[in-house]
């Protein structure tokens, strides 16, 4: 199977915020903003598995920056790691200034999506290339957070995550 490099998952995804889309504050629900981010990771994963993907896990969000009604918002996702069957989506979330078109970023989360058949069982996916210093960044967190989260679910003993270990000793 041909490993994929990150750019060819990228997925962006720009609108506008809308009325119905704002809490009592004028400021983007956290629940659109979340869909927003489900449906570019699904893109993501999907362009780099070719093969129907589900989402399996929401590993991070941080809500750094409320997103004002009329802002443009740009979701922006790639993945960052693959593993067997399984994918880490990394997204980050842009607003842009209406007035300056200067981009800020608001937001970001990790998804985790897993490849499958048409009957539902998972399927292997292509490795993943990272180009960039930022995604070999992404792609070597991504089996700190993978060994972290297989520690904490009691599928994997704290002395076989060799990537965590390797946080605290020399």
Known sequence: MRAK????????????VLPS???????????ELLAR??????I???????????????NHVAFNRAVPL???VTVEAAVSRAFKTSMEIFIDVWIEDR?????????????TFVAVDDTGKPTEVPPLEPETDLEKERFAAALRRKQLSLVLAG???????????ALFTS
């Open 5 to 16: 490099t990150p750019s060819e998952s990228r997925t962006v995804m720009t609108d506008l």
């Open 21 to 31: 889309e704002t809490n009592p504050l004028n400021n983007l629900f956290g629940g």
């Open 37 to 42: 981010m489900d449906r570019a990771a699904s």
């Open 44 to 58: 993501s994963a999907r362009r780099h598995s070719r093969r129907i993907t589900v989402t399996a896990s929401v």
């Open 70 to 72: 009329g802002s443009v």
């Open 99 to 111: 007035f300056t078109g200067e981009r800020t970023k608001a937001n970001e989360a990790i998804y």
């Open 155 to 165: 599928k994997m003993k704290p002395a076989e995550a060799t990537e965590l270990k």
